[in-house]
């Protein structure tokens, strides 16, 4: 029987539940332990699909098209583990199945209420993964206890513990010891509050996560473990760390891991950290440095791009150096280049996104990008707009555009593709998920990937437009990965530059701290080249993150 790992949160929201939790499965996965973790969302929206991103942060995307929470994005960085729309469970999805199976007479006339029937619905999606093949499930538990939102949740877990036993079943609090300057102390009163009003619901913690500024006092871990009934080897300390991939070796430090196992009845066997222990020598002993522009719609909130960071601090953990990361908006970009204050960047991104704001602005930063000769990745969108750049600029295709931008152009070199035209329903309209592509054998992108077959996920409705492209590849920017059919563009390239590379697809969600997504690694290679006044050399990251002979399970077929 699979073991469950519950990790709720108290005080205040952003605390690193997520990254707590992903930093058990790091340590359980380096025991050969096997394990795969869920996040239950609070809010009522079906999923975050249609959250703006300063609402809700990235959505990210699963190999089986699911949009989820960003969450999951730590999840799979750390376990290395590809999840499914099923490790995302919403108050918005859960009622909306209770009340379709209402609807169909499953419930044969009885009044529907949370208690069973919402209840039991939560617990039906954390069975759900508790497969024969898992050993663990890690659920995080989303929100605040003493939200309102949450108490469904908390029930539901409470209940757990009777259906599968207690021995079966732990359960980590994550809090905040606040360090009050004026008085110079560090305060255990919002901890031992959030531990109550835990315990009022059911729940008893078997282990508490004080985050907090810097270390804590021993003195604080025994009264947090006298007043709220845990052991003090449960008490473990989280100090603020600047990098999120040390939280693992914090927490093992601590002893957590160790304890948790304990309660479980786990073989606490020597984990094998060797590996993440040298990529963490490689961060923290950095041999250059690289500046790299992101040129987003978002900016003022980094947790909108939170895979493209952590992509492109992979890639540059390969190759031995620090990112510096500037964060330009998209709206700002034309004053930034008539004061020349862009020529310092030895590279730039231009991630994926929606809407008209800002897009003249990433138009305008592709052309400098390609004029200047600045390695460029175009993720999404970015590839997009570099291909509207291109035709204008290039071409002389006057007014070339997307019809998302402007339905009315003349020369619509991005378009909405096949029976998307003219439906209304946002959720029902893009292409979701993991689609193979086939790389040009002798092209950059191949060789960056060391491979011709390929499957990345994707998240967007609009396509380049086919009638243009052998246009285009006349003039240097050849579509260099196509789909199975050869109907839809996947990557483009532009002879001639040192790097201006674009996908329709979000690479950046298959990235791994040890295995970095392939064309980040030759954006990083080609910016540090830049940095150094030499030719980059584009050899394929080992082993490559994304790149796969076969067809992964539950791939989605060509459109």
């Known amino acids: 029987m699979a073991k469950h790992i519950f990790v709720t949160g108290g005080v205040a929201s952003s605390l690193g539940k997520g990254l707590t939790a992903a930093s058990l499965g790091r340590l359980l996965v380096a025991r050969g332990l ?13 999923d975050p699909g249609t959250l703006n991103p300063y609402e809700h942060g990235e959505v990210f995307v699963t190999d089986d098209g699911g949009e989820t929470d960003l969450d999951l994005g730590h999840y799979e960085r750390f376990i290395d583990v590809s999840l ?9 999805s859960i009622y909306q199945k209770v009340l379709a199976d209402e609807r169909r007479g499953e419930y044969l006339g009885r009044t529907v209420q949370v208690i069973p029937h919402i209840t039991d619905e939560i617990k039906e999606r954390i069975r759900k993964l508790a497969t024969s093949d898992v050993d663990v499930v890690i659920t995080e538990v989303g929100g605040t206890v003493g939200d309102i939102e949450i108490l469904p949740f908390l029930e539901a877990i409470r209940q757990m513990r009777l259906e599968v036993g207690r021995q079966n079943i732990c359960y980590v609090h994550v809090t905040l010891v606040p360090f009050i300057g004026p008085s110079g102390e560090q305060k255990t009163k919002p901890t031992q509050h959030s531990v109550t009003e835990l315990r009022s619901r059911g729940v008893q ?117 620090e990112v510096d990361i500037e964060w330009i908006r998209s709206e700002e970009i034309e004053g930034l280049l008539a004061a020349g204050r862009l020529r310092h960047l030895d590279g730039m991104v231009i991630p994926g996104g929606f809407g008209s704001r800002g897009i003249e602005g990433k138009i305008a930063a592709a052309a400098y990008s390609r004029q200047n000769d600045i390695p460029c990745l175009g993720l999404c969108l970015g590839l997009q707009v570099m291909v509207v750049e291109f035709c204008r600029n290039e071409l002389g295709l006057l007014g070339a555009n997307s019809t998302e931008f402007d339905p009315n152009t003349l020369h619509p070199v991005i378009d909405l593709m096949h029976a998307q035209r003219g439906i209304s329903d946002k959720g029902g309209t893009m292409r979701l998920g993991a689609y193979v592509a086939r790389l040009a054998p002798r092209s950059r992108v191949a060789a960056m990937y060391g491979d011709t077959l390929v499957n990345e996920r994707h998240r967007h409705r609009y396509e380049v437009n086919s009638t243009y492209r052998e246009r285009m590849a006349e003039a240097g920017l050849q579509c260099s990965g196509l789909s199975p059919d050869g109907r839809l563009a996947e990557f483009i390239e532009l002879d001639g530059h040192s790097f201006w590379v674009g996908t329709q697809a979000h690479p950046e969600f298959k990235s791994r701290p040890n295995r970095p997504a392939p064309l980040f690694c030759g954006l990083v290679g080609a910016a540090l080249a830049r940095a150094e006044g030499r030719n980059p050399q584009l050899l394929p990251a080992t082993p490559a993150a994304g790149a796969l002979g076969t067809e992964p399970p539950g791939i989605r077929p060509p459109d």
Do not use: C
């Open 205 to 321: 913690p078997d282990a508490i996560v004080l985050r907090s500024e810097g270390p804590i006092e021993d003195g604080l871990r025994n009264k947090i473990s006298n007043l709220s009934d845990v052991e003090l080897a449960g008490v473990v300390n989280a100090p603020d760390s600047s990098i999120l991939y040390e939280i693992p070796m914090v927490l093992r430090s601590e002893g957590l891991d160790s304890f948790l196992l304990s309660i479980l009845g786990l073989d606490d066997v020597e984990p094998d950290l060797a590996e993440w222990e040298a990529m963490l020598a490689r961060i923290n002993a950095p041999q250059a440095k690289v500046r790299i522009g992101i040129i987003g719609k978002y900016v003022t909130l980094p947790d909108a791009y939170l895979s493209v960071v952590e992509a492109l601090r992979h890639a540059a953990s390969y190759h031995g150096v």
């Open 84 to 92: 499914t729309r099923d490790s995302n469970a919403t108050t918005g």
């Open 34 to 46: 096997r394990v795969t973790m869920q996040k239950l969302d609070p809010y009522i929206n079906v």
